[in-house]
Structures are given as structure tokens and as C-alpha cells.
């Protein structure tokens, strides 16, 4: 008997020192609501939404303390749809996330995996669509600079650096893993962000070569049902600021994305038919601000002007959209909220040979107007 209570607190010895050494931690995001669209392809519709302001997803983190202020790291993360059970990318399960690599407490971090680009990292925290607010449903148009991380890049190899009196930067390089052709369907960014107190700017540039190109095995890939809009040079850059005061937070988001070459556009669903050739240069100007009423409930809203060109084998055009968003939300605990929100947007100009823009609000899909209302009202769990 008392050998087994030895045997028994050495091995709790031993695992409570493993724990401390190791950890794995799982965590994510449920939102389902109720979503009403007054018109998409010209009818109006009543669903049940899921992701419509943050997206669903679960993932497993995870470190080991290798000593000296070095960890080893990994991360697998899996979107899915929670109306259904399936995954936001079909025969894949990790297909948000999926990287192992190092971390320095002194020198930052560098992993190697599928995983997202300086634009999300450094400048989405500062927008409506991104992390910082998880709104969906009022990215910009097509989410054309990946703001809302509508896709990761594979085959990617990334540095982060550690956080120096506030300032932050890094970048990533993703591979074509195509022998022969380096640069069909590889991807490139970089990025900076610096915050101190009530201030945080940022800025980041990406850019993706032959993002539709038959090399599905690439950095990015719109057959895997991620990327909205595939192009044989995608090439994005922008900055912006946020600003808090007391329960109000204020922010200022400029991105500027090049489209050359369109090679598919698939919007809310929907795939757009006879683009081959087209380019699309679109400038989004953001304004974006939420203030806390109480602790537990905050408004927020955001408006956002986007100025377009179209050039290319099927005409010119000078598509404009504008888009308008407010949101009501409350927390019943640390982990679960409610909220309601209206998005709406207008849209103008001409889409070169195709006719009169119309309006499209991210994960919908497009009015057979130019203009497109919808409400969401939904609950939020994370864990």
C-alpha cells in the first residue's frame, strides 16, 4: 500500500512537471444567427446564417518550453459551417491554419505551414471586417484585400518579430511547389504594426502571382473554394490607424488592390461568368468607430467608399460602392454574446462590358440592383 502511494505522487510529480513544460489548448468561435436579404439575384431571403459577423472555426494551440526563452509551437485550425457541419473548404480539414515552428522570447517567431498573410496580421486588427471587430458582413467589396481573411496562403514559410517597445513586424513567402514554374501561384507580404497606449497604426503590402493558375497545390488557390476573386497578379497594400478615448474607440483604414488579369470571381456563391482578361484597381476608404454604452453592451459602425476601375478585353468602367454598416451587440458573460446588426450598400458605375455595377455585400450573394439591405441577428459563443 505504501509503495503505491509513492508510485502514485511520483507520477503526479512527473505529470503536473510535464504540464508546465508543454501545453495544448483548444479554442474557437460559434456564430449562427438569422440573416434577412432583400435582394440576392433578385429575390429577397430568409436564413440561418453561420459566420455572418465572426467566422466559425476550432483549432488546437500548442507549445513546448524547450529552455532559454525558446518554444516550439503549432497551430491547426478548421473553419467550418455551422448550419451543416461541413468544412469551409472541401476535402480539407485544417484549411484555416496548419503550421509547426519556433518561438523566441528575444528574436520572434518563425513557422512553416499554411497560415495568413502581413495583411491580416498587422492591418485587419485595425478594420471593421478584421480582427479587431470579426464583422463580416462589411468587408469591402469581394473582400478584394483580404481584410477579412477570406483565405491563408499554403506552402508558407513566416517570420513574426517579438513586440520591441510596441513595434511589431514580419512577413511571409508562400511556395508554388510546382517544379519548374517558381513563381506560378506563390505569394508574398510584409507588414508593421506599432501600438503604445491609446494609438495603433499599421501598414502591410501583399501580393499573389497567377493566384488561377491550374497549380491548385500552390499558395492560393480559388478552386479550393477560398479566395473570392483569382487574378495573374493580385497585388495589395494599406495603412490605417485607431485611436481609443475612454469607451470610444475611432479608426481610419486606406487599401489600395490591383487585379490584373481576372481569371474567376466567385461572390457570395456565386460564380461570375466571361471575366477572363478583365482588371479591377480598387481603392477602399474606411471609417470605422464603436463606443461601449456599459460595460456588457457597445455600438459600432462603419462606413466604407470604394473607387473602382475596370479595364481590359471587356471595356472600362468606373464601378463605385458604398458601404454602410451598425451593429448592436451584448455580452452575457466573458465568452457569450448577442447581437444585431443592419449592413447596407449602394452601388454605381459601369462594369466595363458587363453593364451597371451592382451591389454585393460580402458572404451574400449579388443584388440584381444597385442596392442590397440586410439583417443579421445572431449569438456568439468562444471558447
Known amino acids: 500500500m505504501k509503495k503505491t502511494v509513492i508510485a502514485a505522487g511520483l507520477m503526479g510529480a512527473f505529470a503536473i512537471t510535464a504540464h508546465a513544460q ?6 474557437g468561435t460559434l456564430d449562427a444567427g438569422l440573416v434577412f436579404a432583400n435582394n440576392e439575384g433578385g429575390h429577397s431571403s430568409w436564413q440561418q446564417g453561420s459566420g455572418s ?18 518554444h516550439a509551437i503549432f497551430t491547426l485550425e478548421s473553419g467550418f459551417n455551422l448550419n451543416n457541419g461541413g ?5 480539407t480539414v485544417f484549411n484555416r491554419q496548419a503550421f509547426v515552428g519556433l518561438q523566441s522570447n528575444q528574436y520572434g517567431t518563425l513557422t512553416l505551414g499554411r497560415q495568413y498573410d502581413s495583411v491580416v496580421d498587422y492591418l485587419a486588427p485595425l478594420s471593421a471586417a478584421g480582427g479587431g471587430y470579426g464583422n463580416n458582413l462589411a468587408a469591402h467589396p469581394f473582400d478584394n484585400d483580404n481584410l477579412d481573411n477570406s483565405f491563408s496562403v499554403k506552402n508558407a514559410v513566416k517570420y513574426q518579430s517579438a513586440n520591441y517597445g510596441g513595434v511589431k513586424f514580419g512577413g511571409l513567402y508562400g511556395f508554388s511547389n510546382d517544379a519548374g514554374q517558381f513563381s506560378n501561384n506563390r505569394a508574398w507580404s510584409a507588414g508593421a504594426s506599432y501600438g503604445n497606449g491609446p494609438l495603433s497604426v499599421a501598414a502591410a503590402y501583399l501580393q499573389l502571382n497567377n493566384s488561377g493558375s491550374n497549380n491548385v497545390g500552390g499558395a492560393v488557390s480559388q478552386g479550393d473554394g477560398t479566395a473570392a476573386i483569382a487574378a495573374q497578379q493580385q497585388r495589395t497594400y494599406g495603412a490605417g490607424l485607431n485611436y481609443a478615448y475612454g469607451p470610444a474607440n475611432v479608426g481610419l483604414v486606406y487599401t489600395h488592390t490591383q487585379l490584373d488579369g481576372i481569371t474567376g470571381v466567385n461572390v457570395g456563391g456565386t460564380t461570375l461568368a466571361g471575366v477572363a482578361g478583365t482588371n479591377l484597381h480598387m481603392d477602399n476608404y474606411e471609417v470605422n468607430g464603436r463606443y461601449a454604452l456599459t460595460p456588457a453592451m457597445s455600438l459600432a459602425a462603419a462606413y466604407t467608399f470604394t473607387d473602382g476601375k475596370v479595364s481590359g478585353s471587356n471595356g472600362s468602367g468606373d464601378p463605385k460602392w458604398h458601404t454602410v454598416s451598425l451593429q448592436g451587440d451584448y455580452s452575457l458573460s466573458k465568452r ?19 453593364g451597371a455595377n451592382v451591389a454585393s455585400i460580402n458572404t451574400l450573394s449579388p443584388s440584381s440592383t444597385a442596392n442590397q439591405t440586410v439583417v443579421a441577428v445572431g449569438m456568439r459563443h468562444r471558447f
Open 22 to 27: 508543454s501545453s495544448v489548448t483548444l479554442y
Open 336 to 354: 457569450t454574446d448577442v447581437y444585431l446588426e443592419g449592413v447596407y450598400q449602394h452601388a454605381s458605375g459601369e462594369l466595363g462590358n458587363f
Open 87 to 91: 468544412f469551409t473548404e472541401n476535402n
Open 53 to 70: 459577423v465572426s467566422n466559425t472555426y476550432f483549432g488546437l494551440r500548442g507549445s513546448e518550453d524547450l529552455g532559454g526563452g525558446l
